[in-house]
């Protein structure tokens, strides 16, 4: 069986500074994994995704992501956090033998200090 | 582009009683998917419709029935609500494997439900 474990429930950091957020996954064959931003009352939304090559990805709001496979992990990051960056993360993992029905993290809430 | 949109936004419902949460989306998405948010659970996926005349059961089903009224429409039922239903419900959407990359899921802006 698929799954996700985000070990960070808060992270709290000041606006400027560096951020990482962890994200470990188990699936059986190459993943896919995806990593999504929610906004209180909103939805989620794509930030970026690896299906295969180059394993560090380039996401929307200055965000990137590395894939390791030895190590199972996917982590975002992002040279310098803004306030507006302010939200709650999901990772999540799928891939073609999952159907694209993603499983999904349990979140990380990320409060941005001024 | 209205992408995902779900209705209601909010409901408060009684135990016991039933309801009908709808999902409509304008991308042309063959996959459409219903997903249940609970705090410190993340999301998870209660059912999926593959492709348009076609459904199947999640990780956590039991209660809800669905319908894929169409290529665009993607309903979610509960028969008789329960306290633990309680929940914030969202609808995604997105291409089927072997479409565009595994293409990813496309969001509605949740129901916030309430059973008491």
């Known amino acids: 069986a698929q799954s996700v474990t985000q070990p960070d429930i808060h992270i709290t950091v000041s606006e400027g500074a560096s951020l990482e957020l962890r994200c470990n996954y188990s699936y059986g064959a190459t993943p896919y994994l995806f990593w999504y931003v929610q906004s209180p009352g909103q939805g989620l939304q794509l930030l970026l995704k690896?299906?295969?090559?180059?394993?560090l990805v380039q996401g929307i709001k200055g965000f990137e992501a590395e894939f390791k496979r030895s190590q199972s992990s996917f982590n975002l990051r992002k040279p310098s956090v803004h306030w507006s960056d302010a939200a709650e993360y999901f990772c999540?993992?799928?891939?073609?033998?999952?159907?694209?029905?993603?499983?999904f993290g349990t979140g990380t809430q990320l409060k941005v200090e001024l | 582009n209205a992408g995902v949109t779900q209705t209601p936004k909010f409901q408060v419902l009684k135990t016991g009683q039933s309801m009908t949460l709808q999902c409509a989306q304008d991308?042309?998405?063959?996959?459409m998917y219903w997903y249940r948010q609970d705090p410190g659970m993340g999301l998870r996926l209660i059912y999926y419709s593959a492709s348009e005349g076609t459904t199947d059961k999640g990780e956590v089903p039991n209660g809800y029935n669905v319908s894929r009224l169409n290529k665009r429409e993607f309903s979610l039922r509960l028969e008789s609500a329960a306290p633990s239903q309680t929940s914030v419900y969202f609808c995604?959407?997105?291409?089927?494997?072997?479409?565009?990359?595994?293409?990813?899921?496309?969001f509605g802006n949740g129901t916030r439900l309430t059973v008491t």
């Open positions: 995604a959407s997105s291409e089927p494997p072997g479409g565009q990359e595994n293409s990813p899921l496309h």
């Open positions: 991308m042309n998405h063959n996959s």
């Open positions: 690896y299906f295969s090559g180059d394993t």
């Open positions: 999540a993992v799928g891939g073609l033998r999952g159907g694209n029905k993603l499983t």
